[in-house]
Nanobody, 119 residues
Framework: QVQLVESGGGLVQPGGSLRLSCVAS????????MSWHRQAPGKERELIAY???????TRYADSVKDRFHISRDNATNTSLQMNNLKPEATAVYYC?????????????WGQGTQVTVSS
């Protein structure tokens, strides 16, 4: 059974850092596009970063470029390092997985982890 579980969310002050983790079970991520998305209250879910398993290629939304870093730590763990967090980063963060070498809408989603940036 394919499952994704996120962890690492919490409350952080503006300018602080958090590291989110996504653990996959039921598959290994080498042939998947792993992605991180977020959904703020009243807004649509948005893609913020992805990594292509077979190539390691990464891409970021302009809003997080140079501050966030996605990595495939091992066969089942994908992380998102978030630095210099801003209040507008407050959202539920979701991990996604797509069985492909091309990024598109994930086949599988995690349950989400809340990130709150506030002083």
């Amino acid at each position: 059974q394919v499952q994704l579980v996120e962890s690492g969310g919490g409350l952080v002050q503006p300018g602080g850092s958090l590291r989110l983790s996504c653990v996959a079970s039921g598959f290994t991520t080498g042939n998947y596009v792993m992605s991180w998305h977020r959904q703020a209250p009243g807004k649509e879910r948005e893609l913020i970063a992805y990594i292509i398993g077979v190539s390691g290629k990464t891409r970021y939304a302009d809003s997080v470029k140079d501050r966030f870093h996605i990595s495939r730590d091992n066969a089942t763990n994908t992380s998102l390092q978030m630095n210099n967090l801003k209040p507008e980063a407050t959202a539920v963060y979701y991990c996604g997985a797509r069985h492909s070498s091309f990024p598109s809408v994930p086949d599988h989603w995690g349950q989400g982890t809340q990130v709150t940036v506030s002083s």
